[in-house]
C-alpha cells in the first residue's frame, strides 16, 4: 500500500510497538536500548509529556486564529533560552517546514534567491528545501539559486591542511559561491548549515572556519540560518548547537526534538527580519501553534529543566566518548572518534594511513548491534561513520552496555 521506496533501518527491520525511557520494545517482546533516536530527547513516551499531550488534547485544540495562551508561554519560555537578539518566534510542524519557511523569512529580506549549503547535506523534504539538500539529488537538478561548498571535514582534510589554514580553506570556499552568485547574476541571500554539521558526519570543525564563513556571508549582505534541528534542546551538552562557535544565527530552526515526537517545529528570529516579513507576507500554519503543541512543547521544556538533561548529555557524553576512544586505540577499524554531548560519529576506514571509508563493515556493524540489542544507525558522505544520539536521559550503565556490546561486535565476537 506504501509503494517502493520508503527507507527501512537494518537488514532485518524491527517491528517496534513500544517505548519507554531509553528502551523499545519489539513485537516479540524483546528489549533494544536506544542509542540512535534524538526526537524522543526526553525519553520515550515520558509521562509528563503524555501527561500534557493528552490534558490539552481532553480540553481544547484549535489553530493560532483564536487567542490561545499557550503559544504566548511557550514563545515566552523557549526565547528565553536564546541571545536576547533572537526574539521572535513562529510556529511549524515539522523540520523541512521550518527551513522552507527561514529560506522565505531571508529572500524576503535580502532580496536575494541565493543560498549556499554545504556538499553532504540534508534539511528537509519541501520542493525549496530539497534544493539545498545533497545527500540525495533532486530529480530536476539544482537551480542557479543554490551553490554547495565543502563540509568542515577536518579528518579527510582538504589539501592536507590542519588548524586555521584549514579552517582558512574552507572557508574561502563560501567566499567563492558568494562571488559565483554575483558573477552569474544571482542576488545573494544566506547560508543555511547545521552548526555542528550532523548529517555530514559530526566533524571537527577546524578553528577560525566559523567565524571566517560567516563573516563573509554578512559582508556580502546574506544572513546565517543555522539549523537546529538535530543539534538543538540539549543534545551537545549546550541547549543550542550554534553555542559552540559563540555566533549567534539570524535565523534558527527547531525541530525534532522539540515536542519528543509530537509534530511541533519553528523558527527563531532577529525581531526586524521576522516582523518585516510578516508584515506582508502571509503566513499561517493550520496546525503549527497549537494549544496541544504548545503544552507538549512547555512539558519538553520542564523536563529537559527539572531532569537536568543538558548537563547529563553532557556528563554522559563524556563517558561515551572516552570508551569509544579506548576502543579506537584497540581496533584499527575506527579511524577517528568525534562526539559533542550525546552525539557521536565513529569514522570507520579500511585503512588508518588510506583513511578509504569502511562503508561495508559500518552496514554489518549496525546489523549486528541491531541483532544484540542496540539501536544505531550510519551516516556521512561516504556512508562509512557509524552515528549514535541517544535519549538524552542516557545513562552510564546504558553507556557501559553500548561499548562492551560494540566490543564484542568489532572483536568479531558469537552474537549472545
Ligand atoms: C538537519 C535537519 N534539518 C531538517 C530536517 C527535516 O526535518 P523533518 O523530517 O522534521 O521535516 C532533518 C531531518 O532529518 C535534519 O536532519
Redo the contacts with the bound molecule.
Keep these: 500500500m506504501l509503494g517502493p521506496g520508503n527507507p527501512l533501518f537494518y537488514d532485518e527491520p524491527v517491528h517496534l510497538v513500544r517505548g519507554e525511557g531509553v528502551w523499545l520494545f519489539d513485537a516479540d517482546g524483546r528489549r533494544y536500548l536506544d542509542c540512535y533516536n534524538n526526537v524522543p530527547c526526553v525519553g520515550h513516551c515520558h509521562p509528563k509529556v503524555v501527561e500534557a499531550l493528552c490534558s490539552q488534547a481532553g480540553t481544547l485544540n484549535t489553530h493560532t486564529r483564536y487567542l490561545d495562551e499557550h503559544i504566548l508561554d511557550y514563545a515566552e519560555r523557549l526565547l528565553g533560552k536564546f541571545d536576547e537578539s533572537l526574539d521572535r518566534l513562529m510556529l511549524a510542524c515539522?523540520?523541512?517546514?521550518?527551513?522552507d519557511l527561514a529560506l522565505r523569512i531571508a529572500r524576503f529580506n535580502t532580496g536575494g534567491e541565493g543560498f549556499i549549503c554545504t556538499n553532504a547535506?540534508?534539511?528537509?523534504?519541501t520542493a525549496a528545501?530539497y534544493q539545498l539538500c545533497s545527500i540525495f539529488e533532486p530529480f530536476e537538478g539544482y537551480g542557479e539559486n543554490v551553490r554547495m561548498v565543502s563540509w568542515p571535514d577536518s579528518y579527510r582534510a582538504l589539501d592536507g591542511l590542519s588548524g586555521e589554514a584549514l579552517g582558512d580553506a574552507y572557508a574561502l570556499q563560501v567566499k567563492a559561491a558568494i562571488q559565483s552568485f554575483e558573477d552569474n547574476g544571482v542576488k545573494f541571500a544566506g547560508m543555511i548549515i547545521?552548526p555542528i554539521f550532523?548529517?555530514e558526519g559530526l566533524p571537527n570543525i577546524p578553528p577560525g572556519y566559523m567565524d571566517k564563513s560567516i563573516g563573509y556571508v554578512r559582508d556580502a549582505g546574506g544572513l546565517y540560518v543555522a539549523?537546529e534541528?538535530?543539534?538543538g534542546f540539549g543534545r551537545t551538552g549546550a541547549w543550542w548547537g550554534h553555542e559552540a562557535s559563540g555566533i549567534t544565527p539570524d535565523l534558527l530552526?527547531l525541530?525534532?526534538p522539540m515536542g519528543a515526537g509530537h509534530?511541533i517545529?519553528g523558527v527563531v528570529g532577529r525581531g526586524d527580519l521576522i516582523d518585516n516579513f510578516r508584515r506582508s507576507e502571509m503566513y499561517f500554519n493550520t496546525y503549527g501553534g497549537n494549544a496541544v503543541s504548545c503544552a507538549v512543547g512547555l512539558a519538553v521544556l520542564d523536563v529537559i529543566e527539572n531532569e537536568g538533561l543538558v548537563d547529563n548529555a553532557s556528563a554522559v557524553g563524556d563517558c561515551v566518548l572516552q570508551g569509544f576512544k579506548e576502543l579506537q586505540s584497540r581496533y584499527e577499524i575506527i579511524g577517528d572518534v568525534r562526539g559533542r554531548g550525546l552525539f557521536f560519529g565513529m569514522d570507520l576506514v579500511k585503512d588508518r594511513d588510506t583513511k578509504e571509508p569502511d562503508a561495508v563493515e559500518a552496514k554489518r556493524i549496525t546489523n549486528e548491534m541491531r541483532n544484540r540489542g542496540i539501536l544505531m544507525s550510519k551516516i556521512g558522505e561516504h556512508d562509512n561513520v557509524l552515528k549514535l544520539r541517544p535519549p538524552l536521559c542516557f545513562s552510564t550503565e546504558n553507556a557501559d552496555l553500548l561499548i562492551s556490546t560494540l566490543d564484542d561486535v568489532l572483536a568479531g565476537k558469537a552474537g549472545k
Design positions: 515539522t523540520g523541512s517546514e521550518a527551513n547535506t540534508y534539511h528537509g523534504n528545501v547545521c550532523a548529517n539549523d534541528v538535530q543539534a530552526t525541530g525534532k509534530p517545529s
